[in-house]
């Protein structure tokens, strides 16, 4: 291999940097507790929102942000509540985060339903489901 390829290959393969994953932390851990202050304030008792992951992109001005929400029935209902109140939620989180970072990076939200799919396979491979009767039970996972 040449020296030009190797550098090629090393471009490509390059993970989170130390600098991302510290930021994707502190943002992960101050995002989840404003989440949940919100939901239980804002009247939706009962409802357990969870930070799954956060990951911040190489530039560090956007952090795409998955939420886990118990019930599953709300948490279309609750990304769109998220969604449409993000500025203030970002808000929030710059306040809280402004002695550790310079710039806030912009926030994208995401169902994580990898729970929910989870469960759904274990449940075909105990038997209680079987998607080879009922090919309605497994659908595709959306990408988002």
Known sequence: MHYYSICVLRIYILEESQRQKKIASVLQ???AD???SAATHGGM????????KVKVTAD???AKVYLSVFPNDK???LLEGIKSNSTS???ELAQRTRHQLRRMPK???FVDDSLE????IDKSLKGKENPIKDPTILDKRKKS
Do not use: N
């Open 29 to 31: 851990t101050d995002l």
């Open 34 to 36: 404003i989440l949940q």
């Open 45 to 52: 008792r009962g409802v357990l929102i969870s930070v799954t």
């Open 60 to 62: 560090l001005s956007v």
């Open 75 to 77: 948490a279309k209902d």
């Open 89 to 91: 939620i970002r808000y």
């Open 107 to 109: 926030l994208e939200f």
């Open 117 to 120: 799919y989870i469960d759904k």
